[in-house]
């Protein structure tokens, strides 16, 4: 457990200190586990008082700690271990974006913390990734806000143009180049530090998902560093257990009124459920959204049920995606971690159950979904 603490550090926990101008007194901060490809909850708050804040605790192993301001996206990230009074300086801005807010912060400092030096030291190369990035972008800036506008203006005559440009081959050229380069850098770094709990929490600060290939990363580790804290972490994510042919995790959810509602109250009358995972941010996710409007019309009155489950952050950015896409079914907000609980890495995520609940499917979308809800409503 971490609580809110003076400066006093014993050996077997750690401080968390904390001067950021900008935040007035009264701001929450909260400090949130990092690495875990979870939407993990804060571990603990504390209030800014005369610019200043202040967090202890204990941890088995080092682990990587994300600093917030309660309610808004931007993190400062720490790596702590044991017995380290740690200290962070630096400066904050509030910005609002569409509607978002969004904690910029500057100058960043963090002092006191050696394993914290040495994570800056194995993620240095990314700051020249992101160069690269940057230069790719620029570069193609003008076919890229070109295809922006087709697209929005729905000109596929234009964008099929397009598509046939010197530009429009250079820069995909490019953007291959680019990301073969970036996978080889962090290939290099996580095996080169397949020996140490470095290796899977490499792996899971510097990816968002993982593939198959990344199966031989982890059983090149140790067997030490595969059961290591962050080496479990990638395991369950390599090697899930799948929910196919499971009872679907049962949940409950609050809907607009604040009414309790469960998963079991939800599927009343259906023949089949769509759980369908996604976030406002997400472009797949809204990409999809057509296609289930499409199916909803097409198989409700047979007997089909979709329930939409968020996993933003945000409220205000969820509640004007839903505004914005006016979905006709059931929709919620995960705040008790429910994608958790059906072991969701990626969105879109749709599970398909059936009339008992037992899930029948994990990864239908598209065209594959189509025929699979043909299938059983024939």
């Avoid at 929910?243 to 509602?261: C, M």
């Avoid at 023949?271 to 809204?286: E, G, H, N, Q």
């Amino acid at each position: 457990m971490i609580l809110i603490v003076g400066a006093c550090t014993p050996k077997d926990s750690f401080t968390i200190q904390g001067k950021i101008t900008g935040l007035s007194d009264g701001t929450i901060m909260e400090l949130v586990p990092g690495a875990t490809h979870k939407q993990e909850k804060p571990v603990a708050e504390a209030i800014m008082t005369k610019g200043g804040f202040s967090f202890t605790g204990n941890v088995e192993t080092p682990r990587l700690y994300y600093v917030m301001v309660q309610g808004m996206n931007g993190v400062i990230p720490v790596v702590v271990e044991n017995g380290l009074q740690v200290c962070i300086h630096g400066k904050a801005e509030k910005r609002d974006y569409n509607g978002q807010m969004f904690v910029e912060f500057s100058d960043i400092k963090v002092t006191g913390s050696p394993v914290h030096d040495e994570f800056l030291q194995k993620i240095d190369f990314r700051t020249k990734l992101d160069q690269l990035y940057e230069d790719k972008e620029k570069k193609h800036a003008d076919i890229n806000r070109k295809i922006g506008e087709a697209r929005g203006n729905k000109e596929q005559v234009l964008l099929d143009s397009l598509s046939r440009t010197e530009a429009y081959a250079q820069m995909e050229k490019d953007e291959a180049a680019f990301f073969e380069k970036a996978e080889a850098e962090i290939t290099k770094a996580v095996l080169d530090n397949k020996d140490s709990w470095w290796g899977p929490f490499l792996m899971l600060n510097l990816m968002n998902w993982f593939e198959e290939d990344q199966k031989e990363w982890f059983e090149a580790f140790s067997p030490e560093v595969q059961k290591s804290y962050y080496g479990q972490i990638v395991y369950k994510e390599l090697f899930p257990e799948t929910l196919e042919g499971k009872n679907a995790p049962s949940f409950t959810v609050t809907d607009s009124g604040g009414k309790k509602v469960t998963l079991q109250e939800l599927q009343k009358n259906k023949k089949y459920i769509l759980v369908d995972f996604w976030a406002s941010w997400c472009a797949p996710c809204r990409k999809e959204i057509p296609n289930l409007k499409a199916l909803y019309d097409r198989f409700a009155a047979k007997g089909l049920g979709i329930i939409s489950i968020s996993i933003d952050k945000d409220q205000k950015a969820w509640e004007k995606a839903l505004s914005e896409e006016q979905l006709p079914w059931p929709n919620f907000l995960d705040d008790s971690g429910i994608s958790d609980a059906y072991g969701v890495k990626t969105i879109p995520a749709i599970f398909l159950l059936d009339a008992n609940g037992k899930v029948l499917s994990i990864k239908l979308r598209g065209e594959t979904l189509q025929k699979k809800l043909e299938e059983l409503f024939q």
